[in-house]
């Protein structure tokens, strides 16, 4: 196991001074997995003005020193050293009302949520383990540290968080945690809409997200109610061997791990339940249901309060998830202008999983896709014009040619653009200005 110098000098210059100090939480949970940890926690018996004066000489930034959190950078490693705690009363259900500061790290170890994120690492002796955590490593088990109703009642998240760990060690959730998880699930609604986003992006992102949404489809509906008219709806269709969101939770776990993709994929569908149709041959139909999903996740967007950035860049995937890309030169060009390639490339990955969450006889259309990858890579790879800036005539090549000022300008671009990318005039300065001439 690699633990970095950081992280060892720390510990060194913490036991120098007389104070324990080991790695802690999530750290020693990928240690013991055989992950490389991405951040280091420390906790230590110092006090955060011990600490202060251990690390003098060191970069520090004082994170959360009431709650006893010194963050120290050595290198470019920051490490996030916390004093041994015991949380006080949580009157909100989201914070103690006081922390109080201990030398025993036990007590600091029962304070944190699940028995895998309550051991520390102790470098000489290896893993200090009082709550049997390596055990439900080794199984793969999310169990909480002591009673589970109290843990979730002093603060909610640690709900999520136990999905959401569930979904990306791919682990079972142990029978009296889940117990608790279901029964205090709308204290959930005390929580921060922020803190919440982040631990559901991650959770979006597991390995058996489709499991876990599944198994826990009720606190999912908490968050999310719009989505509960698609549990156990029959679509009816040949294309589909699911319900809506049975499919809905396949395509998430088929489409890259990566959060905008995630979103738009649990979000694609939502509004299927308010347009089925049932046509004169029994065969259901949702039509425009593209729309209204983007319209439904627009305002649950705005609830988990995603950025305006990422939000726009999810409800146009949901708007154009099904949009075609005929394999025609010309259309393709169309999109690239549209869209431009990472979209274009995001939609293809939407279509994929979506396709793989259907009926069987449909994969075709992955060769397809690959297919219409392949050419607009090919279309990028030669630069071919999908752009105003990529054409051969500008805004002042038309005002000399007599085009009059003003939006006309910008209509003949467009226009010259779209018969560019039908093959209808090459991409020329002496062409395109005959054309311009031709249309006068
Ligand atoms: P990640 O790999 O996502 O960083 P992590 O387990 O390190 O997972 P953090 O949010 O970084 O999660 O928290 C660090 C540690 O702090 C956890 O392992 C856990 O011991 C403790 N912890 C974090 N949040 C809570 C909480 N809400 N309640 C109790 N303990 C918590
Ligand atoms: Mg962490």
Known sequence: ??????????????????????????CVRDLLSGKQPHDWDLTTSATPDEMLAVFQNDRTVPTGLKHGT??????????????????????????PDEVTFTRSLTDDLARRDFTVNAMAWDIKNGVVDPFFGQEDLKKGIIRCVGDADTRFTED????????????????????KTATAMRRQKERLGLVSAERITEEMTKLLCGKAVDTVLDDYRDILAFFIPEISPTFDLQQQNPHHIHDVF????????AVKAEPELRWAMLLHDIGKAKCFTVDEDGIGHFYGHASISEKMAKDILARF???????????????????PFPNERPMLLKRLHKFGEEICLQLLEMQDADCTAQAPEYRYRLEENQRIRDELQRLCDEQACFSLKDLAVSGDDLLAAGVPAGRTIG??????????????????REA????????K
């Open 1 to 26: 196991m690699r633990i970095p110098e950081a992280v060892l000098d720390a510990v060194a210059q913490l036991n120098a001074a007389g104070f324990e100090a080991y790695p802690v939480g999530g």
């Open 70 to 95: 010194l963050t120290v950078i050595k290198g470019d490693v920051p490490l996030e050293i916390t004093t041994y705690r015991v949380d006080g009363n949580y009157a909100d259900g989201r914070h």
């Open 156 to 175: 909610a998240l640690r709900i999520l968080r136990g999905l959401r760990f569930a979904s990306v060690l791919g682990f079972e959730i142990e029978a």
């Open 246 to 253: 049975t499919h809905t939770l396949k395509a998430v776990a």
């Open 305 to 323: 309060r995603l950025s305006s950035k990422q939000s726009e860049r999810i409800l146009r995937l949901i708007k154009y998830h099904d949009l």
């Open 411 to 428: 209509k003949t671009l467009e226009r010259l653009l779209t018969a560019v990318m039908d093959g209808r005039v090459e991409n020329t």
């Open 432 to 439: 395109l200005l005959q054309l311009v001439r031709k249309e």
